[in-house]
Each structure stands twice: as C-alpha cells, then as structure tokens.
C-alpha cells in the first residue's frame, strides 16, 4: 500500500506504521462520530445526521450559551430595547467572547436597532439573525485552507503551549492526508519529555503514516533536519512538526522554534508553508492571551481550535479572528481521530444558531 516503506526509505530515519495494511484503528470508530442512537426520552427531537449533526451536537454548549441565553434574555424582557441589549453584553462576555469584540458586536446591533426602526420590537428572530450575521462578517477569512508548497513536501510546524493538543491535532490531521490519498510524515521535535515521543508514536500506528523520532533531550532541530531530508527521500506530500509546549523558559522555546523554522527554511525554500498555532478552546480569554504571545514572536499563520466540544467558551474563537485577525483552519470537537474538522464558519454558524427541536 502507498505507505508501506520501500528500500531506499528503509536507510532513513523512519518508523512505519505496524498495521500497515490495516485501516486506521479508529476507523470502525467513525459512525460514532454522528449523534448517536436516539434514547427514548429525545425520540421527539429528530437527530440531524452529516457534519452539521456533529457541530450541533458538539457545539451545544456554546450555542447554549449564546443562542440560548438570547433567547431567555428576551423572553423576560419581551422586547428590544435597552436594557436587553445590556444584559446581552454581558452574556456575549461571558460567552468568551471577549470584551472588545463584544463591544463592537453590541454597538453594531444597536446601530442596527436605530437604522432598522426596532426599538421596542418583539421580534426575536430579527435579533438572532442580525447577531449571527454580524458574528458571520468577524470569523471571515479568505485564507482558510492550509497553504501548500508548489513542490512536495509541504511543511508545518505547530506550536503551542502544554496540554492543549498539538500531539492529537497532529494526529488527526495526518489521519485526514492519509484519507484523502496523501502520505504524511509527523516528527516528534518535542524531545524535552520522552512520554511526549512515545505519545506521537502512538498516533503515527494509529493514523497509520510514516514518524521520525528523537531522542530524549535531542536537539529538536537536528530532528527537523533529519526530518525534512527523510521527507524528501521518501516522497512525502506533508511533515507535520510536533513541538515542544515548554522548555525552560519562554525565551528558550521561542529561540527553540525560530531555529526549526531557519533548518526548515534552508532545506525547502518557502518552508515552513504553515506555523500552526493550536489553542484550547475551554481555557476562553486565556488561550487568547497566548495566541497573542505567539504570534508576537513565531509568525503564526493559522490556528488550530481544540476542545470545541462540551465547553460553553466556544465563543473565544470570535474574539481570536476579530482580535488578531488570523484564521482558524481547523476546529477539534473531540478526541477521536476523525474529530478534527475544517473550520468552516458558515456550518459554525448555522450549528450556533440552530434552535433545537421540541
Ligand atoms: N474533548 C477533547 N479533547 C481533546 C481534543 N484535542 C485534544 N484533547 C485532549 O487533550 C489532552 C491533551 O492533548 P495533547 O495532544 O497531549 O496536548 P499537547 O500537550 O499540546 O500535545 C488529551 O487528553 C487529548 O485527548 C478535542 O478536540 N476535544
Ligand atoms: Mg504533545
């Protein structure tokens, strides 16, 4: 099969995948990934099935506590005025919206009641929809897909703080090329802890893809080296880098990843094609906090949102596209292997702001 070691990589630092001729292990598991089967206390609500099912099932925590509060809000007011749009800030910032980005959405939507003569209305439709599309125009970006090289490999290097996701995301993602025809080479640079290499290696049987390893305490560029010639020698289509969260300071680490990116750079001109960024969504403003310490120093070009699912700060990805202005590429809902997903903001959208069925 396409990814099975020939000769000439077999001289190469490279592990292949033991079940090589076997479908990724969590392949059987992807029927899970739609809602599952109905209890009899929901059969009222008919299960929505695809993608958007998965975002509506994934995001209600989010949508809760956007829509859903909304909705309560003007329920108790009955109309719009004032005072709803108030208390309608407060509940966007608690949403994880962010306190400017909020601003600027409540001014807006006031703007909108001026212009659109809807002081006092009672319809609470015309509120949900001119917030929706307000959030729409935010999260817009034409640079959504992850950029390649015109040449093969393309490279990424993701970067990220300790705990948020990278090693999985990676995972997922090489996952995905492989599904898609693609063969994909991960490389565990991120040699400050051993159980960090052994976790990626997991991940490599798993996604059933190519991995080149370090060893504790290498230095991670010299990985990337050995990578990226590998890469080449074995015709893969993407290396995807996985790094370290943490060294011993920041300082370090950020020094640690510009070095990757020079040996990146040098063997593949254009290299890396993208520095991906992964934050945890659950951890709200905080995750916006290090997007921007990153960005100040590591040139991020994309950003990869996990734990989308069951946490009520969803929100935090308005903030992340109106505050710095980078797009998020792709959205974790969830730790199997097919739950990586492209961000697509119109499917977001709709998943939000879908009311659910009684
Ligand atoms: N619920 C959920 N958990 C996730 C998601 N992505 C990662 N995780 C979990 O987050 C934890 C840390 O992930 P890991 O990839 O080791 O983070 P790293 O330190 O950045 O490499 C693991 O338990 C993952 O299973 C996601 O999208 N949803
Ligand atoms: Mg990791």
């Given at each position: 099969?396409?990814?099975?070691?020939?000769?000439?990589?077999?001289?190469?630092?490279?592990?292949?995948?033991?079940?090589?001729?076997?479908?990724?292990?969590?392949?059987?598991?992807?029927?899970?990934?739609?809602?599952?089967?109905?209890?009899?206390?929901?059969?009222?609500?008919?299960?929505?099935?695809?993608?958007?099912?998965?975002?509506?099932?994934?995001?209600?925590?989010?949508?809760?506590?956007?829509?859903?509060?909304?909705?309560?809000?003007?329920?108790?007011?009955?109309?719009?005025?004032?005072?709803?749009?108030?208390?309608?800030?407060?509940?966007?910032?608690?949403?994880?919206?962010?306190?400017?980005?909020?601003?600027?959405?409540?001014?807006?939507?006031?703007?909108?009641?001026?212009?659109?003569?809807?002081?006092?209305?009672?319809?609470?439709?015309?509120?949900?929809?001119?917030?929706?599309?307000?959030?729409?125009?935010?999260?817009?970006?034409?640079?959504?897909?992850?950029?390649?090289?015109?040449?093969?490999?393309?490279v990424y290097l993701?970067v990220?703080?300790?705990?948020?996701?990278?090693?999985?995301?990676?995972?997922?993602?090489?996952?995905?090329?492989?599904?898609?025809?693609?063969?994909?080479?991960?490389?565990?640079?991120?040699?400050?802890?051993?159980?960090?290499?052994?976790?990626?290696?997991?991940?490599?049987?798993?996604?059933?893809?190519?991995?080149?390893?370090?060893?504790?305490?290498?230095?991670p560029s010299?990985?990337v080296?050995?990578?990226?010639?590998?890469?080449?020698?074995?015709?893969?289509?993407?290396?995807?880098i996985?790094t370290?969260?943490?060294?011993?300071?920041?300082?370090?680490?950020m020094q640690e990843l510009g070095k990757m990116a020079r040996v990146i750079g040098r063997e593949f001109?254009?290299a890396p094609h993208e520095t991906?960024?992964?934050?945890?969504?659950?951890?709200?403003?905080?995750?916006?906090?290090?997007?921007?310490?990153?960005?100040?120093t590591c040139g991020?070009t994309?950003?990869?949102?996990?734990?989308?699912?069951?946490?009520?700060?969803?929100?935090?990805?308005?903030?992340?596209?109106?505050?710095?202005?980078?797009?998020?590429?792709?959205?974790?809902?969830?730790?199997?292997?097919?739950?990586?997903?492209?961000?697509?903001?119109?499917?977001?959208?709709?998943?939000?702001?879908?009311?659910?069925?009684?």
């Amino acid at each position: 099969m396409f990814w099975k070691r020939n000769k000439q990589q077999s001289e190469l630092p490279i592990d292949t995948p033991r079940n090589n001729d076997k479908p990724p292990a969590d392949l059987s598991d992807a029927d899970q990934a739609s809602p599952p089967a109905e209890s009899p206390s929901e059969s009222k609500a008919p299960k929505k099935r695809g993608l958007f099912g998965k975002l509506f099932d994934r995001l209600r925590a989010s949508r809760d506590a956007i829509l859903k509060k909304t909705i309560s809000i003007f329920e108790r007011r009955g109309k719009i005025d004032d005072d709803l749009l108030d208390e309608l800030e407060e509940t966007l910032i608690t949403a994880d919206i962010g306190v400017e980005t909020t601003t600027r959405l409540i001014d807006h939507l006031r703007d909108q009641v001026k212009f659109q003569k809807k002081k006092g209305s009672t319809d609470i439709n015309w509120l949900t929809d001119t917030l929706q599309s307000a959030i729409g125009e935010m999260i817009d970006s034409e640079k959504r897909s992850l950029k390649t090289g015109t040449e093969k490999p393309s490279v990424y290097l993701v970067v990220g703080v300790n705990g948020v996701g990278k090693t999985t995301a990676i995972g997922k993602l090489a996952w995905r090329f492989r599904s898609e025809g693609k063969k994909a080479l991960i490389v565990a640079a991120d040699t400050f802890r051993a159980a960090a290499i052994d976790q990626l290696a997991i991940w490599a049987d798993r996604a059933g893809c190519d991995i080149v390893k370090g060893e504790e305490g290498a230095d991670p560029s010299s990985v990337v080296y050995n990578a990226v010639h590998a890469a080449r020698a074995g015709q893969h289509d993407f290396v995807i880098i996985d790094t370290a969260g943490r060294l011993h300071n920041r300082a370090n680490l950020m020094q640690e990843l510009g070095k990757m990116a020079r040996v990146i750079g040098r063997e593949f001109p254009g290299a890396p094609h993208e520095t991906l960024l992964v934050l945890d969504a659950s951890t709200g403003q905080n995750a916006l906090q290090q997007a921007r310490q990153f960005t100040d120093t590591c040139g991020v070009t994309g950003i990869i949102l996990t734990k989308m699912d069951g946490t009520a700060k969803g929100g935090v990805i308005i903030g992340i596209h109106d505050q710095l202005k980078i797009p998020v590429k792709f959205i974790g809902i969830g730790e199997k292997i097919d739950d990586l997903e492209p961000f697509e903001p119109e499917a977001f959208l709709k998943a939000l702001f879908e009311r659910e069925e009684v």
